[in-house]
């Protein structure tokens, strides 16, 4: 079975209190990008989970690979699982790559196996592996709270938006970023983001809590940022917990020239057309 597997991007991003759990209430807009990792998922007689163009991602410490486990385990499945990962998204980025893989492997495993579960009671599942699988399994427009696994889907049309996507290539992981956040109430106005959908109000107000924090422990995102900001004056916002930076463009000219002009300078830069 051959499925993909969506990036999620954050178009608001709060992160309200720390819990005593560890983790962070937040609240948050998401939506997916169109920008996939690919899986081929097929029964076998040994597990095999595999990225085939990230070798480095282990098979035991892979989402993919505990989902199956976790599925496995919960209805008696018999057999093994051979998994083979094309990456697209990039990995460790603030983009749920991870979390989309494990969300589609769930799906497709639900089907592989005639499982007949729900979306809602494979996003319960999917909440166990991560704080992002619940939003990858819906895969639309959502709000998110709790730890990320409080899931609204919104049932509205976001206006047509094209992104770049630059990841700087260097690691920030997301525990750190959390750790290190100092919390403000300098937040992101979510409601008024839900009144206000035309393409032009989006763009005020995206935010992301998370962005000075990253800034602070990856210097390399502010860079991006001037880069873009010497000759666009598009909006650009921190990916989740970063490190990727997302300019926003409302036509694909205009994507497609920051795209060139990003790439130059910053190898892992991507495009994805008509997100929202
Ligand atoms: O749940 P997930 O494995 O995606 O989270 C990774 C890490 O990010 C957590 O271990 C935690 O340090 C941090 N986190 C957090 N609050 C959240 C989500 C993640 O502090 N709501």
Known sequence: MRVRAYAKVNLVLNVLNKRDDGY???????????????????????NHVECINA???????????????????????EGCIDIKINKKIPVAAGMAGGSADCA?????????????????????IGATLGSDVPFCIYSTFSRAQGRGEKMTVLNKKLPKFHLVIINPGV????????????????HGNIDKFLEELTYKDMLKNLHNDLEETAIKLQPSI???????????????LLSGSGPTILVFCEELDEMYEIYNYAKKKYNKTFFAKDCG
């Open 55 to 77: 070798p480095y991602v282990k098979m035991e410490s892979n989402l993919c690979y505990l989902a199956w486990l976790k599925l496995q385990e919960m209805y008696n499945l």
């Open 104 to 124: 589609a492997t769930i799906l497709a495993i639900n089907e592989m196996f005639n499982l007949n579960l729900s979306l809602e009671e494979m996003a319960e």
């Open 171 to 186: 690691a920030l992981s997301t525990p750190s970023v959390f750790k290190n956040h100092v919390i403000t109430n300098n």
């Open 222 to 236: 502010s860079e991006i940022k001037d880069y873009i900001a010497k000759k666009y004056d598009n909006k650009v």
């Open 24 to 46: 962070h209430e937040i609240d948050f807009l998401m939506a997916t990008a169109n920008l996939y990792d690919t899986l081929d998922i097929k029964k076998a007689t040994t």
